[in-house]
Nanobody
Framework: QVQLVESGGGLVQAGGSLRLSCAAS????????MGWFRQAPGKEREFVAA????????HYEDSVKGRFSISSDNVKNTVYLQMNSLRPEDSAVYYC???????????????WGHGTQVTVSS
């Protein structure tokens, strides 16, 4: 089992920044990838970014490339999502997930946090 707790969401103006954190505990070694997904009202949950704990490889959704950055602190078992140049369309509940492979697909992610709300005002 892996437990995930997100934090860092909030309200920010367009162009601003937020940093989300996801603290992981439990059998994290069996799930070497951590991903961030988001879900806006009435929309499907979509991939944002992912990182491999071991090799450090990363993967981003096209609309966040150059604005968002994912990183990990393996000592603290925490993954971060630095979000810059935020847009109103980035508003959503952001979820972190622990998965088996570095992918944008939801299927290989076995464990999910409860989410943190990000609201970007125009």
């Amino acid at each position: 089992q892996v437990q995930l707790v997100e934090s860092g969401g909030g309200l920010v103006q367009a162009g601003g920044s937020l940093r989300l954190s996801c603290a992981a505990s439990g059998r994290t070694f069996s799930n070497p990838t951590m991903g961030w997904f988001r879900q806006a009202p009435g929309k499907e949950r979509e991939f944002v970014a992912a990182i491999n704990w071991r090799g450090g490889g990363t993967h981003y959704e096209d609309s966040v490339k150059g604005r968002f950055s994912i990183s990990s602190d393996n000592v603290k078992n925490t993954v971060y999502l630095q979000m810059n140049s935020l847009r109103p369309e980035d508003s959503a509940v952001y979820y972190c997930a622990a998965g088996r492979i570095l992918t944008s697909s939801r299927a290989p992610y076995d464990y999910w946090g409860h989410g943190t709300q990000v609201t970007v005002s125009s």
